[in-house]
């Protein structure tokens, strides 16, 4: 659908469909070589367009990952108070913040277009990236976690298995369960793998 | 369709095709009206042969159900030492049972298939039913715990999560980590989700 005008090439600043354009080559690129193996210039070539408008338009790469996500909410805004208050309580937050986005309708439906693509390898690599790299990975430095990568792999193993309980199979009684309710089952657990005692 | 015929006992002869046409409307029927909604009268109708047939081939509806999830171990063989030793250490030993059967490629790649059919609403009635009907939901009465839906549905979150992180998305360092490390990492998790105290 985006290949008819996919080599055009020259158009302004403000050319609504450059900015699509960018957007869906960022996202082919980002599903195909991951977000580590994607560069700014790579982008631009694939749009056919100079690298500096990528930046005018999107700003860093980070950037336009999140755009290119389609995220409802951009996950460096709405982890802010999880990251205020340090390590402590943060499980806790983490979830509150968690659950908020995905009780709301309006967030939780492009969210769940993105669990859905666990089907081929390009969804899989995007919500992976995604998730640890731009939602969660974020969050160990700041925080100050020891072990980094594998606590945040531990934290992800927890919020997408709630996704998938309440949100994907929609399994009683977590389907329907008070936020409140699911925040302090989740959080003892949340908080362990961020800052708990693991196996040496 | 391989499994066909690999554990027919006492065929009667002349009707190979009797078994897989079974299998089928038991699928089709699992998957559209889930495993409360289908009785092996309706199977049977669906598949044109008499109940009783039903019934000669696959023994109980559990039975029946297990067949046409196609799963690659009888999870109520695998999970037999589970339950043995009861509620204590109940956690532990159900993620190392877990973990042998996922950690086993020949067994890994039919489950995989499951886990992917949660893009369609039939696949999510079939993982949903499979998952927490036939393989956790018959724990919960026989290790003898209060609030069992919570808590299988809880294990199940948790399960769910890790079978994604390593299997599905591979994500490092848990792809690549040692089973015996993740039963100690995971278990305390699982543990408090089976028998620790939960928000009231």
Redesign the interface.
């Known amino acids: 659908m985006s290949g008819a005008s996919s080599s055009t090439r020259g158009r302004r600043p403000g050319a609504p469909d450059t900015r699509a354009e960018i957007l869906a080559s960022a996202r082919a690129l980002f599903a195909t070589r991951g977000f580590a193996g994607t560069t700014i210039r790579a982008v631009a070539g694939e749009a056919s367009v100079d690298p500096a408008l990528v930046h005018h338009y999107f700003g860093s790469k980070d950037d336009l990952f999140v755009a290119a996500l389609e995220l409802p909410v951009d996950p460096r805004v709405a982890l802010a108070p999880v990251l205020e208050g340090g390590a402590e309580g943060a499980g806790e937050r983490l979830l509150r913040v968690f659950l908020s986005v995905w009780d709301d309708e309006s967030s939780r439906l492009p969210l769940l277009g993105l ?2 693509g ?2 081929d390898s390009e969804g ?1 690599r995007l ?2 990236d995604g998730l ?1 790299g731009v939602v969660l990975g974020p969050l160990a430095p700041r925080l100050g976690l020891d072990r980094p ?2 606590r945040v ?2 934290v ?7 996704v ?3 949100y ?7 389907a329907s369960m008070d936020p409140d ?1 699911l925040v ?2 989740y959080a ?2 949340v908080q ?1 793998y961020l800052t708990g005692e ?2 040496p």
Chains 1, 2 share one sequence.
């Open positions: 669990v859905r666990v089907v899989r919500l992976r640890l990568d594998e792999a531990l992800a193993s927890q919020m997408i298995g709630l998938m309980l309440r994907v199979l929609e399994v009683e009684p977590l309710v302090a089952t003892p657990t362990r693991l196996p």
